[in-house]
């Protein structure tokens, strides 16, 4: 069974730039489509982007359209996401998530594993 381990979250400025990672072990990521999901308090869990197995197809939700970006580096087994243009919005508890079948969802249900999450939080 593939692991997942988020890092990279922090405490930054309205308009700063973080880079989360999730570093897969366990199984190769080439395997895996990954998406990044989010929880802020009170909140239900949503989608923010996802990425297929060979990175060439990816989603970003509308509310970070433009400012997040997924990638993947398969020799690494890391999957990135770089936000910019950070919102107080933006606030929350950041997850990755693997789907072994390879191809992008929006559905969490769809997902086989997850991390444990990262703290994003955006002053304002």
């Known amino acids: 069974q593939v692991q997942l381990v988020e890092s990279g979250g922090g405490l930054v400025q309205a308009g700063g730039s973080l880079r989360l990672s999730c570093a897969y072990s366990?199984?190769?990521?080439?395997?895996?489509?990954t998406g990044w999901f989010r929880q802020a308090p009170g909140k239900e869990r949503e989608i923010v982007a996802a990425?297929?197995?060979?990175?060439?197809?990816?989603y970003a939700a509308d509310s970070v359209k433009g400012r997040f970006t997924i990638s993947r580096d398969n020799a690494k087994n890391t999957v990135y996401l770089q936000m910019n243009s950070l919102k107080p919005e933006d606030t929350a508890v950041y997850s990755c998530?693997?789907?072994?079948?390879?191809?992008?969802?929006?559905?969490?249900?769809?997902?086989?594993?997850w991390g444990q999450g990262t703290q994003v939080t955006v002053s304002s």
């Open positions: 998530a693997a789907r072994l079948a390879g191809r992008i969802t929006v559905r969490a249900d769809e997902y086989d594993s």
């Open positions: 366990g199984r190769t990521l080439s395997a895996y489509a």
């Open positions: 990425i297929n197995w060979r990175g060439d197809n990816t």
